[in-house]
């Protein structure tokens, strides 16, 4: 990451972003860290999902790499194992899915692995790429049991924002992380900024010879 950082390294594999962000983020406390990016900017249009990730309050938490299902064929980016819920991370960064059934796939295997628990799936991706991947998987069947949501990288830059920092060394992570997106390219419009004069609706102007007069209304 440090490298990527100060441009002694490049790269577009989604495993290195994977292993940059998440392997910092799961230092922190869930409840204080990645929960305040999900509960505060993870999309879904199934009402359960904001219910789970409010009540998931876990601070202890163990993040698994690249978790494979008993037989081998079905690879999870990233899977988060929490008292109340388990939820699993499919990582995109300019590249589509494996296959078309790859996250009904995914969400089988997250079924087979949570015992009783509720299961989330989230897919983490550039804006419209996760949301049009979202929109056409939002309703398989699958997805009846396992909950989907998206969040979008520009979201987490945003999201870093909201994490609850409680010392010097989280503040110093999370600013390389915020630097670490914006590097790649993840920052959100927020419209045009341009300095012009404040209308006042009170004031109006005539014309006189060649020069503009101002006067009240």
């Given at each position: 990451m440090i490298?990527?950082?100060?441009?002694k390294f490049s790269t577009d594999l989604e495993d290195v972003l994977t292993g940059d962000f998440f392997g910092a983020m799961r230092y922190m406390p869930f409840n204080r860290g990645l929960n305040q990016i999900f509960k505060n900017y993870a999309v879904s249009e199934d009402p359960q999902v904001t219910h789970i990730l409010s009540n998931a309050a876990d601070d202890d938490f163990n993040f698994e790499f690249w978790k494979r299902s008993e037989n081998g064929l079905v690879e999870i980016d990233g899977f988060i194992p929490l008292?109340?819920?388990e939820i699993g991370i499919e990582v995109k960064y300019r590249s589509g899915l494996s296959g078309g059934d790859q996250l009904e796939k995914e969400a089988q295997v997250l079924d087979e692995w949570c015992n009783g628990k509720e299961k989330l799936l989230i897919l983490i991706g550039e804006a419209e790429e996760a949301k049009a991947i979202y929109?056409?998987?939002?309703?398989?069947?699958?997805?009846?049991d396992v909950h989907l949501a998206y969040l979008s990288w520009q979201d987490i830059l945003l999201g870093l924002d909201q994490v609850l920092i409680s010392s010097s060394y989280e503040k110093k992570m999370i600013e390389d992380l915020k630097t670490l997106l914006r590097e790649k390219g993840f920052v959100s419009f927020e419209g045009f900024s341009i300095d012009q004069p404040v209308v006042d609706k009170d004031i109006c102007w005539t014309m006189d010879g060649n020069d503009f007069v101002k006067s009240d209304a």
């Open positions: 490298a990527e950082i100060y441009h008292t109340s819920v929109i056409e998987n939002k309703d398989k069947r699958v997805f009846r």
